[in-house]
């Protein structure tokens, strides 16, 4: 039997504010990566500007995701001068190609307003990318895309729109180069980080609440059913006493790990300006489909294997 991962799973070595993680696997390395939303906690600066400004940190796991090595971080071409901010990457393999839609700010903003875009890259081995410029889904606040095939082919991404009541919207494509705006897909109360996932014969989104992540369950990706929380409730492992926050999902058979994030040391009256408020820590836990419910025991033991895929 594998050993059980560590709690935390991992903490970034540099800023330790690793947040907003996606899981893929890299087939040239012959590794699992997590590439990650790298906050640096350790910044001086006004408001949220520690949260801006950010590059996209990578951690490696050689043994199916039980232990995590930092590696650095993406070098991404910007075609704006600069320091701007990357943020909540997603990456899919299709046809040769890794695809990353990340959501992108100019610039190190001091608070949370100003213009949002997603942007695509593509690159054959995760290191070197090309950059194929912002996606127009008819909003300047778009962040948080999530890509999943559909089954009668092409493509479906769901992205937070923070202009329309931070809803998830959604758009297709073909050929994921060309996207074409459907209009809202989840609207039961704000929420950002959409993840999609397909487990026990049905289709799940969760949706970061900011109180747990939402669950939402579909037979065909077009209509939701909203079935409550998970993450919700304070675990006893190490670094997992608070809400799980923006989440991505593996799954492997019959059983789906999640990843997420903690602010392991915030609690109602902890200094915003803290090193305590802002340092975070990503976690992994099981998900399972019982009685048509997704569920998830984040104090159970987690002992993965995750295999490669092709």
Excluded at 29 to 41: C, D
Excluded at 157 to 172: N, Q
């Amino acid at each position: 039997m594998a050993d059980a991962v560590n709690a935390p799973l991992f903490r970034d070595p540099v800023h330790d504010g690793a947040a907003d993680p996606v899981a893929v696997w890299n087939r040239q390395a012959g590794e699992w990566w997590l590439v990650y939303t790298n906050r640096r906690v350790d910044a001086p600066g006004p408001g949220v500007a520690w949260v801006h400004g950010t590059d996209l940190g990578v951690a490696a796991s050689t043994d199916g995701g039980r232990t995590w090595t930092y590696r650095g971080t993406l070098d991404l071409p910007d075609p704006d001068w600069g320091r701007n901010t990357f943020w909540a990457p997603e990456i899919v393999w299709h046809d040769g190609l890794y695809h990353m839609y990340v959501s992108w700010i100019r610039g190190v903003p001091s608070d949370w307003t100003g213009d949002a875009e997603i942007r695509h890259y593509t690159s054959p081995d995760l290191l070197t990318w090309t950059h194929h410029g912002a996606l127009d889904l008819g909003s300047d606040r778009v962040i948080d895309a999530c890509v999943y095939p559909l089954p009668d082919g092409g493509f479906r991404m769901w992205f937070k729109d923070e202009t329309h009541g931070s809803f998830t919207y959604a758009a297709d494509s073909p050929d994921l180069y060309h996207w074409r705006l459907t209009g809202p897909a989840v609207t039961h109360r704000p929420h950002e980080g959409p993840n999609v996932f397909t487990l026990g014969g049905h289709h799940w989104m969760i949706v970061d609440e900011w109180r747990g992540q939402g669950v939402l369950r579909s037979d065909d990706l077009e209509h939701w059913e909203y079935q409550g929380l998970i993450l919700d409730t304070p675990g006893s492992r190490p670094d997992d006493g608070g809400i799980g926050l923006h989440a991505d999902v593996v799954v492997q058979g019959e059983t789906a790990y999640v990843f997420y994030f903690t602010h392991p040391d915030r609690t109602p009256d902890t200094d915003e300006a803290s090193y305590a408020f802002r340092r975070s820590s990503l976690q992994m836990a099981a998900l399972r489909v019982t009685d048509g419910r997704l569920t998830c025991d984040r104090d159970e033991p987690v002992e993965p294997s995750l295999a490669p895929e092709s």
